[in-house]
């Protein structure tokens, strides 16, 4: 195991942090005492008076007017509150005993010219402190307040006029508290509640939120599929069929991925002309007297069982491989039956109106003799062999006497193309699970199309198992072996599923696989 991972790292101190902040939470909460605290701020502080040195002039009426030296007249709302976790009594303020007050208020370069005093929602009770002799009093520029008692939440507030300075000018609340401190309080915005957590509470809950996050991230993006179980070293060709190399590209992709030091490369050119040069190698190296006699570093798929005649091949069967019918998208049709596409094939129908179609002429795309697909096809499809080429270039006839066009290409990307290309073209490809090819259709035949999920019960016939071939039975450390058992597991099995096959392995292919 793999301990300096990236998400064992963030797992790790995530589990620490969270330790260290169960931990630090008990031991502030048995050895910490709670602190009693009385906050403060300026909620209001604006001009009043006609000085346009104050920032801007006023317009003053009643009182405000009436009352002489107000041109640099000020009102400043300040709030008083106990914002800490415990009361406080009249005997927490520390000071002088003779003294009543227990805090001053300061407006440095103000003086005070009136006060007004009010209290937070049902603590009426707070108004009897103050009162000259339990200790309020004004001084020039100072307010001594008495030693009102705060239950934790409570508050009052100052409303003070004053002259002499301009807005903006220091506010200072100064006194003692017996364990505790007297401070200005900047977590609240006016008349609301202080923070329900502290900061410490918001930067821990923040750290454990990053680190959680950033180990989910961990785990979604990394790839957790397994290497292929007994990887081997080396160089291996695959060639052979061309309807399963799409699905043998991006496996053998994968396992080179998997596999550090893996190299297998897709080479196909037909079921037919594989299992040829499978047999001729393997006698070469036969004859050479090389160390590796007799098992070439080479794999050949077939659609279908290969040609008789080479009894030092060894047959795999790998999957079940779809097929369908496509055809241009000028003609419409959906679905033919399987009498329909004989006739097609024998030339009988050499008009697509003949089936309910527009008025064009059938024109066969097919593959070369070396194809598996086209093997398939007449095996299981027709019954019998496709008729002789007609046309090189599948748009004019080259006999004269032939019923249909019928043209021959190397490869099914060939086939596809072609048949989207030219108006009236059908032809034959591996269905290529979820893509549908540019100018053209596939058709169904009887009814059925072909599914990997519903092959099973259903009596779709062009389908055919695909086998893979080695020269005799190669060794079992070797990258052929490893290859092909990589095929039937975990990730290769999905691979297949992905581009349209039944692997032989799941159940349903297995059943498949085994009957025919």
Not at 53 to 78: H, I, K
Not at 267 to 291: F, P, Q, W, Y
Not at 318 to 327: D, E, G, I, K, M
Request: some cysteine; overall charge neutral.
């Amino acid at each position: 195991m793999e301990w300096l991972s990236a998400e064992n790292v963030v797992a790790v101190a995530t589990a620490v942090l969270g330790v260290l902040a169960s931990i630090g939470v008990l031991w502030y909460e048995r050895r910490v005492p709670r602190r009693k605290r009385i906050g403060y701020r300026v909620q209001m502080d604006t001009p009043i008076g006609s000085d346009a040195g104050q920032g801007r002039a006023n317009v003053r009426l009643g009182l405000f007017d009436e009352t002489p030296d107000m041109s640099d007249a000020t009102l400043v709302l300040l709030r008083v509150e106990n914002d800490g976790s415990q009361s406080i009594a009249r005997g927490d303020y520390t000071g002088p005993d003779e003294q009543l007050h227990g805090l001053v208020v300061e407006f440095t370069e103000r003086r005070v010219r009136g006060i007004a005093v009010t209290h937070s929602p049902g603590a009426d009770h707070l108004m009897d402190h103050f009162t000259p002799s339990a200790g309020l009093r004004e001084s020039g520029s100072l307010i001594r307040l008495p030693r009102v008692p705060l239950n934790r939440g409570e508050h009052f507030k100052l409303l003070v006029l004053l002259t002499g300075s301009r807005v903006g000018s220091p506010i200072r609340v100064t006194g003692g508290i017996r364990d505790g401190e007297v401070t200005p309080n900047k977590a609240a915005r006016p008349d609301e509640k202080p923070p329900m957590f502290g900061r410490a509470a918001r930067f821990i809950t923040v750290a454990l939120t990053v680190c959680v996050v950033t180990l989910a991230a961990i785990i979604l993006v990394r790839d957790d599929t397994p290497p292929p179980i007994g990887c081997a070293r080396g160089e291996l060709t695959v060639t052979g069929s061309t309807a399963f190399a799409p699905a043998l590209r991006e496996l053998a992709a994968k396992y080179g991925e998997a596999c550090e030091g893996a190299t297998v490369t897709v080479d196909a050119h037909g079921s037919t002309a594989g299992i040829r040069e499978l047999a001729e190698r393997g006698a070469a190296d036969g004859k050479s007297g090389s160390a590796k006699a007799g098992s070439p570093a080479l794999v050949a798929f077939s659609d279908g069982p290969g040609p008789s005649g080479f009894p030092q091949l060894r047959e795999n069967r790998v999957a079940v491989s779809l097929f369908r019918l496509v055809v241009n998208d000028r003609v419409p049709l959906k679905n033919l039956t399987g009498d329909d596409i004989r006739r097609i094939y024998r030339g009988d129908i050499h008009d697509w109106r003949q089936l309910g179609g527009p008025d064009l002429p059938v024109l066969l795309v097919s593959r070369d003799a070396n194809s598996g697909t086209r093997e398939v096809f007449q095996r299981r499809v027709l019954g019998r062999n496709e008729p002789a080429q007609s046309s090189r270039d599948c748009t004019t006839k080259d006999d004269p006497r032939a019923p249909v066009i019928r043209c021959e290409l190397d490869s099914t990307e060939q086939v596809l193309a072609t048949v989207g290309r030219l108006p009236g073209a059908i032809g034959y490809s591996e269905l290529r699970s979820g893509t549908k090819p540019a100018g053209a259709h596939p058709v169904a035949i009887d009814g059925d199309t072909p599914s990997a999920d519903t092959i099973a019960a259903s009596g779709y016939p062009y389908r055919e198992i695909e086998y893979a071939y080695t020269y005799g039975s190669p060794p079992a450390d070797s990258l052929a072996s490893s290859f092909l058992a990589y095929l039937s597991r975990g990730s290769g099995q999905d691979v297949i599923r992905t581009h349209g096959h039944l692997p032989c392995a799941t159940p349903q292919g297995l059943r498949i696989c085994g009957e025919e």
